[in-house]
């Protein structure tokens, strides 16, 4: 019992120091502010009721944001729609843009990536986890978190470029 209590403590704490980060993630795929708290409150209740099944405490944030993304792609399934985003309600989403997204043009540019590519990106540079930890919560091999990433970039700085593109010919 007293394991358990201290494993409670512990999960309460990760909870708490990552739900910004874990709402993030969450609306990294529904792009939807009420879907993605939704769908945190729903990962925080099974965390809870699975809590017995961690084995290593070590690992309870990565094995939190694991069921965040699970959660979220169970979500996805069921509502099969896809959200655009417009500028406006894009700013309302992210208050803090000066803070985690330097500029508009790098917010849109992410948001028009695949999924695969977004949610790898804003995990690494965003969220500052590591790519074994990436791997460990996607429930996706080494290799290919690597190669996502990297493709991920490559297409970003495509379409940074291509946004920079409209804004000179717009101004010219």
Same mark, same amino acid.
């Given at each position: 019992?007293?394991?358990?209590?201290? %494993?409670?403590?512990?999960?309460? &704490?990760?909870?708490?120091d990552n739900q910004e980060n874990a709402y993030r993630l969450a609306y990294s795929y529904v792009r939807n502010k009420e879907d993605a708290l939704d769908i945190v409150q729903d990962a925080i209740h099974k965390a809870f009721l699975s809590m017995e099944k961690l084995k290593q405490t070590g690992s309870l944030r !990565?094995?939190?944001?694991?069921?965040?993304?699970?959660? !979220?792609?169970?979500? @996805? +399934?069921?509502?099969? /729609?896809?959200?655009?985003?417009?500028?406006?309600?894009?700013?309302?989403?992210? #208050? !803090?843009? &000066?803070?985690?997204? #330097?500029? @508009?043009?790098?917010?849109?540019?992410?948001?028009?990536? #695949?999924?695969?590519? +977004?949610?790898?990106?804003?995990?690494?540079?965003?969220?500052?986890?590591?790519?074994?930890?990436?791997?460990?919560? %996607? &429930?996706?091999?080494?290799?290919?978190?690597?190669?996502? %990433?990297?493709?991920? $970039?490559? /297409? $970003?700085?495509?379409?940074?470029?291509?946004?920079?593109?409209?804004?000179?010919?717009? @101004?010219?």
């Amino acid at each position: 019992m007293r394991g358990t209590k201290r %494993l409670e403590k512990l999960l309460i &704490q990760c909870i708490t120091d990552n739900q910004e980060n874990a709402y993030r993630l969450a609306y990294s795929y529904v792009r939807n502010k009420e879907d993605a708290l939704d769908i945190v409150q729903d990962a925080i209740h099974k965390a809870f009721l699975s809590m017995e099944k961690l084995k290593q405490t070590g690992s309870l944030r !990565s094995w939190f944001f694991r069921i965040v993304v699970t959660t !979220s792609l169970d979500y @996805l +399934r069921k509502q099969r /729609r896809v959200h655009v985003m417009d500028d406006e309600h894009l700013e309302l989403v992210l #208050p !803090s843009s &000066q803070d985690r997204y #330097p500029n @508009l043009d790098l917010a849109r540019s992410l948001e028009e990536l #695949p999924e695969k590519y +977004r949610v790898v990106i804003i995990l690494r540079y965003f969220e500052d986890m590591k790519i074994e930890e990436i791997a460990d919560v %996607l &429930q996706e091999n080494l290799s290919t978190v690597k190669t996502r %990433l990297y493709q991920g $970039l490559q /297409r $970003l700085r495509v379409n940074l470029g291509e946004h920079e593109q409209e804004e000179e010919h717009q @101004l010219g």
